[in-house]
C-alpha cells in the first residue's frame, strides 16, 4: 500500500509541475494584430515581456516569431541576428531528448520542444534572404540561397523518390534565390540563377500546381525567359513555345533600367484547432486528441501594385507565389499517421491506468472513495490528453509578388489603392519592398 | 507490469527534465587550443587559414623581388574576400591576422582598405576647417598609392543528410599587381570537417 501512496502522490506532484505542459504561449494573437495596424515596436515590446511565456520547451518558436515581426518592422540587421539563432536551434532539436520523448508518450506532445517543420526551416532562408535583399546585401543573401539549397537537398532525401504529397522541395525559395543571384550579376551567378529559375518552374507545374493549387508566377517566365535570350539560346526556344504569351522583358532593359519586387504578406496564417472527441468503453472514458488546421484567411480578388512618379505610371497584378495555408496543411496530414498511432498508444495507456487504479481504490475503500478517485483521475487524465497545438502563428496565409520595371527615379508606391511607401531607384538597382496586409 | 512500467517512464521523464536544470558554466581556454562546438566555421577555422596564408605568403620571394627591383617595400592594399559559402562568415578575422603578420615581418606596408580611408579621409578634411593647428595638420593629396590589392574568396560545398554533413571549406587569397593585374602570389587553405547530430540525448 506505501507504495501505491507513493505513486499517487509522485502523479499528483508531477501534474502540478507539468501543468505547464498542456498548452503553448498565447500572445501571438496580439502581436498579430499590432503588426497588421503597423504598431511594430509594441509588437516587440509585447513579444519580448512575454518571452517567459514561451517557456524553455519553445524557444525555437520565441525566435522565429521574434525574427519575423523585426522583418515587418523594417530592422533587417536585427532580424537576421535572430533568424540565425533560430538555425542554431533548430539545428540543436534534431537531436531527441530521450526524457522528453519518454513523458510524451505518458503525458502529451507538449513535453516534447516544438522543433519546427521542414517548410519553416526553409522560410527563415527566406526571410534572412529577402532581408539581405532589402539592405542590397547580394554577397549575404546569396549565402542564403546556398544554404536553402543545401536544406532542400537534406530535406528531399529523407523521401522516396516516388513519394507524393510530401513536402520536399519548395519553388518559391528557388525563384526568391533566383532573383538573387541575378542582382549579384557575375557571370557565374547568371548561370545558378538560370538553374535556379528552371527548377522553380519545375516545381511549380508539378508539385506546388498539384498541391497547393499555385501557378507559375508570370515573373518567374519572364526572367527565365530573359535570362535564356542571354545565356541559353536552344533553351530560349524552347521556353518561348511553352509560354507564348509570357513578354519578353529584355535583359539589357532591365539592367538599364531598375527593377521594384514587392512581396507583400497577406492575411494571418493557419492556426491548429483541437479536433478531439471522447468514447466511453467498458465504464472508462477514452478521449481522442487531434489537431487539424484552421484557416484564418481567404484571398479576396486581385490586387495591383502600382509606381507612379510625376510623368510615368508602372503597374502590374499582385501574383500568388506561396500559399502558406496549404503548406501548412499538407505537412500535418502527412505526419498523420504517425501522430494518430501515438495517440492511440499513449490514450489506451492512459485510460486503462486510470481504470485500474479507480477501480482497486473501489474495491479497497469502497464506493464514496472509489467514486472520487474516479472523477479526479478522470479529470487529470482528459486535461493531460492534449493534441499539440503549436505552430509558427505570426506567418502570413500567403505571399505575394509583382515586379516592376521603371525608368530611374523617385516613385511613390501603391499596393491598389493604398500608398505604401515611396524609392528612389538608380539605373541596374533591384529594390525589395515589403507590405503586410489583411486584404 | 504494464502500468508499472508506464510510472517509471513517467517518473525517469520527470528525473530528466529536472536534470537539465544546472548553473551555467565558464571555463578560459588557451586562444590555440581548437574547440569544435556545433560543427559551424569558427574560430579555429579561421586561425588555421590565416596561418597557412601567412606561411605562403612569407616563404614566396614576392616582397624581396619587388624591392630589389624598386629599392623601397611594396604597398599592399586588403581588398574585398568575399564569402561564397553558405554560412555568415567574417572574413576579416584572417585577412587581419595576415596583415598583422605581413607588417610585423617588415617587408610590406600595408594602407588603409577602402572601408578604413572613409573615416581618415573625414578627420584629415576636418582638419582643415580651422580649427586644428597648422603645424600639425594633415597634409592633403599625400596618400600613399598601393602596388598590390590582396584579394579573394572563401567557397563550401555541403554534402548532407538529416543529422549529418561533410562540408569542404577552400579559401583563396591572391596578391594582384594594381597597374599590371599580374597575380604575383596564390595562397590557398583547405579545410574538411564531418558533422554527426546525434539522434538521441539526454
Not at chain 1, 505518458?106 to 539592405?135: C, H, Q, S, T
Not at chain 1, 478522470?378 to 515586379?403: H, K
Not at chain 1, 523617385?410 to 489583411?438: C, H, M, S, W
Request: proline residues 3%; positive net charge; glycine residues 6%.
Amino acid at each position: 500500500m506505501p507504495f501505491r501512496k507513493l505513486i499517487r502522490i509522485i502523479a499528483g506532484a508531477g501534474c502540478c509541475f507539468l501543468s505547464a505542459c498542456a498548452s503553448g504561449p498565447t500572445v501571438q494573437p496580439q502581436i498579430n494584430y499590432m503588426v497588421v495596424t503597423n504598431r511594430y515596436d509594441r509588437a516587440l515590446s509585447i513579444l519580448e515581456k512575454h518571452q517567459k511565456d514561451y517557456g524553455e520547451r519553445n524557444q525555437l518558436m520565441y525566435l522565429l516569431d521574434q525574427g519575423l515581426v523585426l522583418h515587418y518592422a523594417g530592422k533587417y540587421r536585427q532580424s537576421n541576428e535572430v533568424f540565425e539563432k533560430a538555425k542554431k536551434e533548430y539545428d540543436k532539436l534534431l537531436t531527441t531528448s530521450v526524457s522528453k520523448e519518454a513523458l510524451s508518450w505518458v503525458w502529451n506532445d507538449y513535453a516534447l520542444p516544438y522543433r519546427g517543420e521542414d517548410f519553416e526551416r526553409v522560410m527563415i532562408n527566406v526571410f534572412e534572404a529577402l532581408n539581405y535583399a532589402a539592405l542590397e546585401d547580394w554577397e549575404n543573401a546569396l549565402v542564403e540561397a546556398r544554404d536553402v539549397d543545401s536544406t532542400l537537398r537534406a530535406i528531399n532525401l529523407q523521401y522516396q523518390p516516388d513519394q507524393r504529397n510530401v513536402y520536399k522541395e519548395d519553388a518559391f525559395a528557388r525563384m526568391l534565390m533566383g532573383m538573387m543571384y541575378e542582382a549579384s550579376g557575375s557571370s557565374s551567378d547568371l548561370d545558378d540563377a538560370y538553374i535556379s529559375y528552371q527548377k522553380a518552374l519545375e516545381i511549380y507545374q508539378t508539385k506546388f500546381q498539384k498541391l497547393f493549387h499555385v501557378q507559375p508566377p508570370e515573373i518567374l517566365k519572364e526572367n527565365l525567359l530573359s535570362l535564356a535570350a542571354v545565356i541559353d539560346r536552344p533553351g530560349f526556344r524552347g521556353f518561348k513555345e511553352k509560354f507564348p504569351d509570357t513578354p519578353l522583358v529584355g535583359f539589357d532593359r532591365r539592367q538599364k533600367n531598375a527593377e521594384i519586387y514587392l512581396v507583400a504578406y497577406e492575411g494571418f496564417g493557419p492556426v491548429k484547432a483541437d479536433a478531439n472527441f471522447i468514447v466511453p468503453v467498458n465504464g472508462q472514458l477514452y478521449k481522442f486528441a487531434f489537431s487539424r488546421y484552421k484557416e484564418r484567411y481567404q484571398s479576396r480578388g486581385k490586387k495591383t501594385f502600382t509606381a507612379r512618379e510625376a510623368t510615368a505610371q508602372y503597374s502590374e497584378p499582385v501574383e500568388l507565389v506561396q500559399d502558406i495555408n496549404k503548406l501548412a496543411e499538407t505537412t500535418l496530414e502527412s505526419r498523420r499517421l504517425r501522430l494518430t498511432a501515438k495517440t492511440l498508444v499513449r490514450m489506451a495507456g492512459k485510460g486503462l491506468l486510470v481504470k485500474e487504479q479507480t477501480d482497486r481504490l473501489q474495491k479497497n475503500y469502497g464506493d464514496t472513495t472509489g467514486g472520487v478517485a474516479k472523477v479526479v483521475g478522470n479529470l487529470i487524465y482528459l486535461y493531460s490528453e492534449q493534441a499539440d497545438l503549436r505552430s509558427w502563428e505570426t506567418l502570413p496565409a500567403n505571399i505575394g509578388m509583382a515586379r516592376l520595371v521603371v525608368q530611374p527615379g523617385l516613385y511613390n508606391l501603391f499596393f491598389d489603392e493604398t500608398e505604401i511607401g515611396q524609392v528612389r531607384v538608380k539605373a541596374g538597382e533591384k529594390k525589395f519592398v515589403f507590405y503586410r496586409t489583411l486584404k | 507490469m504494464f502500468k508499472r512500467t508506464l510510472i517509471l517512464i513517467l517518473v525517469a521523464g520527470l528525473a530528466g527534465t529536472l536534470g537539465a536544470c544546472s548553473a551555467r558554466q565558464v571555463k578560459r581556454v588557451d586562444v590555440n587550443k581548437p574547440t569544435d562546438l556545433s560543427g559551424y566555421w569558427n574560430d579555429t577555422d579561421a586561425q588555421m587559414v590565416a596561418e597557412e596564408m601567412i606561411k605562403e605568403s612569407l616563404s614566396n620571394p614576392w616582397a624581396e623581388v619587388f624591392t630589389a627591383k624598386n629599392g623601397r617595400k611594396p604597398v599592399v592594399i586588403v581588398g574585398p574576400v568575399h564569402n561564397r559559402s553558405q554560412e555568415h562568415i567574417n572574413t576579416e578575422v584572417f585577412t587581419k591576422s595576415l596583415e598583422r603578420a605581413l607588417i610585423n615581418s617588415g617587408k610590406v606596408v600595408f594602407v588603409a582598405a577602402p572601408e578604413e580611408r572613409q573615416d581618415i579621409r573625414a578627420e584629415r578634411e576636418d582638419q582643415q576647417k580651422g580649427y586644428t593647428d597648422p603645424a600639425t595638420m594633415a597634409a592633403m593629396g599625400k596618400e600613399l598609392g598601393a602596388d598590390y590589392m590582396l584579394l579573394g574568396s572563401l567557397n563550401s560545398v555541403k554534402d548532407e543528410v538529416k543529422r549529418q554533413y561533410t562540408i569542404f571549406y577552400q579559401a583563396n587569397l591572391e596578391l594582384i599587381d594594381i597597374e599590371t593585374n599580374r597575380k604575383v602570389w596564390i595562397g590557398q587553405k583547405e579545410i574538411k570537417k564531418t558533422v554527426t547530430i546525434p539522434r538521441f540525448g539526454l
